[in-house]
Every structure is written in C-alpha cells, then in structure tokens.
C-alpha cells in the first residue's frame, strides 16, 4: 500500500502529460476537410446542379449554401484539457499559441519587428480553435458570476479548479483582441452589453464618412420613406474628423438613426481603421446583438427586416451573400493559401468559385446579416483578419478588402455560415445602353472609310484606333447596369445603387465586366422586374435625386436620367415573367 501510494501521483502526472499530448494536439493538429452530407445543391465546379424533383424551394439546402463542420473537428474543452495546462507540456502549448505574431528583430532588417512570421496565420487559426472551445466552456462561470453581481471576480479570483483555464483564456484575448480592453474586461462583458430587447435588439449599421453621404443620404432616405423600415439605425464614423456636425445632424433627423464614432468604442490607436476595415469593428461595436452590416450604397427593394426571416440565417445566425463571376483563373493560389492556415475547413470552401479558381471574388460584403448572440467569437475572427498589420500584410493583399473576411473568419474559428445560393446578378435596362467600344472588322471600317457605312454615321470611328464608340441598344441579350443580389426564393433584394427593367442571374450568363453587362448564356434568362419593385426603384432614384439637389451637386448631370415609368402594353409585371423583351 504504502508503495501504491508513492507510486501514484507519479503515475497521476505521467497520465497528465499524455493527455496534455492527446487532448490539446488533437486541436492544433487535425487536418481533414469535411465534404459533408449536404452537398447537392453545389457541384464539384461551384456550379449550382439541376435541384432534385422532390425538394421543394423552401427546403433549406436548396436556397442556401450551408458550411458544415465535421463534428469530430470540433472538441469541447474539458477538464482534462485544463488539467494539461499545468504540466510542462502544457506551458508550451501555451507559450506557442501566445507568442509574439512578429518575427524576430535580425540585424539585416530593422523592420522585422512589424513584420508578421510567416505561420502567423497558421498559429491565429490554432489560437482561435482553442479560443472558441475555451470561451465556451467557462461561459458558465461567468453567467453564475453576473447572477451574484460580481463577474470581476472570475480574472481577478478564479475558483482554483478551473485557474489555469482562465488565464488561458484571458491571455489569448489579451494577444487576439487588445482593442476591446479598453472598454471592456473581456469579451464576456461585450456580449452582455448586447441589446437583446425586442425594440433595440434588431438594427442596420452603415458606416459612413463624409465622402461617403452622397450615397448613405439617399440609401436612408430610401429606407425610411420608401420601403418603410422601421429597423433602427446605427451609423458608425471614424474619428470626429471623418463625419462633418452638419452630416450627422443630417442623419439623426429620422427617426431611430444614431451616429457613433466608432474610435470610443474601439482602441483605435491599436487598429489604425480606414477605409473597408472599419466595417467588421463596426458590427462588433454595435449595440445590436442582431445586425446587417449594410454598405451606404446598397438600395433594399424590400425592408431590410425581411433578412431576418431568411432561412439560412435563421438556421445557422449568418446569412452572406455571393459576388458575380469575374475573371476566371486570375489571381493568386487562394486555395493554396487557405490550406497554409486552415488545418481543418467545413464543407464549404472546396466547392467555391475562389478555390477552384471559376472566379477572383466569391463574397459581396455590402450586406452583411449577423446574429451577434450565436456569432460574437466568428466576429472576433472576422475583426481579427481586419486587423492593422494582418490586413496590411496578408489578408488585403490575398483578397479584395474585407469581402471574403466574413466566411474565411468563420471558417478559422469554425462557426457556421450561410450563402443565398444565387450569385450576383445585374439589374438594369435590356440591350446595352451604356456606350462602349467595340472593334469593327476591317471590311466594315474600310467601308466606312470609303464613306459608304451609313451605321456609323452618328457614332464616327476614331481612324486612329479603328475603333468605334458608340451607343447602340442593339444587343438584346444582355443586361447592363448594376450588381443584383437576390433572396432565398431567386426574387430580386437589393443592389449596389442605379436602375431599372430587367435582371438576370450570374448563373444564366456571362459578365463582361468593362461593360456592366450580364451577356445571357442561352435564350430567356433576361427577366422582367416585378412591376411594384419596379415602383420601389423608381422611388429609391426620386430620393437620390432629390439628395443630388439638396447638395447642389456639380455632378449632378452625371445622375442617371429617371426613365418614364410606363407599363409596356400587355406586360403582365409578374415574378420574373420575360415581358420585359
Ligand atoms: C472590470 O474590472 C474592474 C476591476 O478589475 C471592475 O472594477 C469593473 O467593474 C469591471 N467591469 C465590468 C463591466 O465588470
Ligand atoms: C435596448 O433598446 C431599447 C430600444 O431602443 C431601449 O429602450 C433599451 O433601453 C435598450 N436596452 C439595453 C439593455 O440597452
């Protein structure tokens, strides 16, 4: 007995550092892509597949694309795991996942302080997984505490059995997030400080600077008198330099519209924000524990509300929406690079038009739909790849801003997502309205030159460059005009600011992108809008101009002209009928 008893706690701590090994290496090191049970929606080349006859539209894998982690890559933490964090081995899974993110400083290079390690990305993955499981585990703790009023103390006097589990935890925050602590304690703290209430919960958050009001001014005008929302909205400035008094005035006369500047929530010292990166921090400052994050120039044929009710983010608390098809096989090896940092990914990535190089953008950020209360962590994600020196040197430098931020974040901290599953399409008028150039076969101009072509007569070509340019609305299989986004039932939602008759689905045509026009792939994918959408448009251009007059806007010639509104004789105006040609 008396040996068994010596023995033991020898044994016991052996025992530990197994588990140590095991448990935490089963997180930094599991290398698997989950193909998923829901594939059918997506084929092996992004396309959309001909949907099977017995799902109904509704169904939720047909309107959505839904990123879904295999289970077995996602471990709870556990007491084992805690208890691992007091052996050696433990430390140095620590000291690994806290170290420094810059390289170190060389003689030959003054600057590497600020330059990140090459695995950096690699490491923020692993550190995020632990993070997340982590977060979750103690989360318990925390609500106990707030229940007796005293959340402090779970930093300040952790229960022993769970110490090193809260140092972990306050540690990762302190290297990850540093630019929440000013204000808040933890992250913790920022959720409770979330509204939740029916009333407050639920709002649109813009960001906009000065440059940026010729668009925001007619997008909320919009909002309020022409689709009616009724949502409230928090617009977010950087810094008192960014939005004139007399702009947030200007907003703040509606109803429920609020401007922040985002740099007294945020330590801006640590972000340096501009430009897109404001975005991301703006949905985690926010009030709102329900949001869409929507760009100043993105005009809702609908209330925005609607979004709320989609299925997709109603399923997973995420609701994203796809970017149009451009150029094909340009770019970098992003699917290389996602492999450098992502050991594990959910079913979602492999089957993107960005891997499999069909197209350089996936995502359009300008609306983004965000359940804060089942997503704060993926945010944190998502801010952190938006981060000054990640967006700097990595993550603007792959990708275009921060568009592809909000699925990639959550794929590296591994919380789910959905995508509507149409892709941009255009909105605007049949035939090509907008001027262009075009080469002309040489017969035709030697013809011209002889001065025998009578279809050029208005539109001279330059005898310099034998090109023409000219406006001709002959070209009635295309649609040109603006991005489109569509909902969960293929309706037209909302686009990126402009006019309009027609639409098309990306997957209907072929972009040809100097132009802004959607070039339909096979006869009848041109589409009528629906006449009441229609109106709604035509609305949303009246409050734009109105802005352009409010301004005085020396631009204001360039405003595209207000088309009559006029039913064609016998045109029905229904979903998508194809009266419109
Ligand atoms: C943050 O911690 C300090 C003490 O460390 C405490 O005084 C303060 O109340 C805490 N804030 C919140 C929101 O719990
Ligand atoms: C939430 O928002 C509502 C409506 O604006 C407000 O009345 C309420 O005080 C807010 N609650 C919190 C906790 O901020």
């Known amino acids: 007995m008396q040996v068994l008893k010596v023995v ?12 140590a090994i095991l448990v935490i290496f089963f997180i930094l090191a599991s290398v698997s892509r989950y193909q998923g049970s829901y594939e059918f929606s997506i084929d092996e080349d992004g396309q959309v597949q001909s949907v099977p006859s017995d799902v109904t539209e509704h169904d939720i894998y047909f309107t959505h694309h ?37 390289q170190a400083p060389s003689p030959e290079n003054d600057h590497s302080a600020t330059v990140l390690r090459n695995d950096h990305f690699l490491v923020l993955t692993k550190r995020l997984r632990v993070y997340r499981t982590l977060w979750h585990s103690l989360k318990g703790y925390y609500d106990q505490l707030v229940k007796e009023g005293r959340q402090d103390q779970l930093f300040i006097a952790p229960p022993t059995e769970i110490a090193p589990a809260v140092a972990l935890l306050q540690r990762l925050e302190q290297v990850s997030f540093p630019w929440i602590l000013n204000h808040y304690n933890s992250s913790y703290d920022l959720y409770r400080s979330y509204n939740r209430s029916k009333e407050g919960g639920r709002g649109i958050i813009m960001c906009v600077g000065d440059h940026h009001t010729r668009y925001a001014r007619p997008a909320l005008k919009a909002l309020r008198e022409v689709v009616k929302s009724k949502l409230p909205v928090e617009i977010y400035y950087n810094g008192q330099y960014d939005l004139s008094a007399e702009n947030r005035a200007w907003f703040e006369q509606f109803e429920n519209v609020k401007t922040i500047d985002i740099t007294t929530v945020l330590d801006n010292n640590l972000l340096q924000l501009s430009g897109w990166a404001v975005k991301p921090f703006a949905l985690l400052a926010s009030r709102f524990s329900e949001a869409i994050l929507m760009d100043s120039d993105a005009y809702f044929l609908d209330d925005p509300a609607v979004m709320f009710e989609d299925d997709g983010y109603k399923e997973v608390g995420t609701v994203y929406f796809y970017d149009r098809t451009l150029f094909p096989g340009y770019g970098g090896d992003e699917k290389a690079w996602l492999e450098s940092f992502l050991p594990s ?61 909000f699925w990639i974040g959550l794929e590296m901290i591994q919380e789910q997502y959905s995508f509507v599953r149409y892709r ?39 005898p310099k460059t034998k090109i023409q340019t000219h406006r001709k609305y002959a070209n009635m299989d295309r649609v040109c005009g603006n991005q489109l986004h569509f909902d969960q039932r293929g309706q037209p ?38 006449w009441e959408q229609r109106k709604v448009a035509f609305d949303i251009l009246r409050a734009d101009r109105d802005i352009a007059v409010e301004y005085n806007n020396p631009g204001y010639k360039e405003i595209l002209e207000i088309p009559r509104l006029h039913r064609t004789e016998g045109a029905k105006g229904g979903k998508g009928n194809r009266e419109a040609i």
């Open 8 to 19: 033991s706690p020898l044994r016991r701590t052996q025992s530990l550092r197994i588990l």
């Open 66 to 102: 839904i990123a879904t982690f295999d289970p077995k890559d996602l471990r709870p933490w556990t007491k084992g795991d805690t208890e691992a964090l007091r052996t050696p081995e433990g430390q140095e899974v620590v000291d690994y996942l806290t170290a420094s993110s810059f």
């Open 345 to 405: 990914m959910s079913n979602h990535p492999s089957k993107t038009r960005w891997f499999n190089r069909k197209g350089s953008h996936e995502m359009e950020s300008g609306v983004v739909v965000f359940d804060k209360r089942r997503h704060l962590l993926g945010l944190l994600a998502v801010c952190k790849m938006n981060d000054r020196h990640e967006r700097e040197q990595v993550t603007y430098v792959k990708s275009w801003g921060d568009k592809e931020t």
């Open 424 to 462: 941009g399409g255009v909105i605007g008028n049949v035939g090509d309205a907008i001027p262009y150039k075009e080469v002309l076969p040489q017969e035709e101009i030697e013809r011209y030159n002889q001065g025998d072509a009578p279809l050029t007569a208005t539109n001279p070509i330059d």
């Open 493 to 530: 939602l909302w686009w990126n600011s402009g006019v309009y008759t027609a639409y098309m689905k990306d997957e209907d045509g072929v972009w040809d992108f100097a132009s802004s026009c959607l070039v339909q792939k096979n006869p009848g994918a041109i589409m009528e809008v629906d």
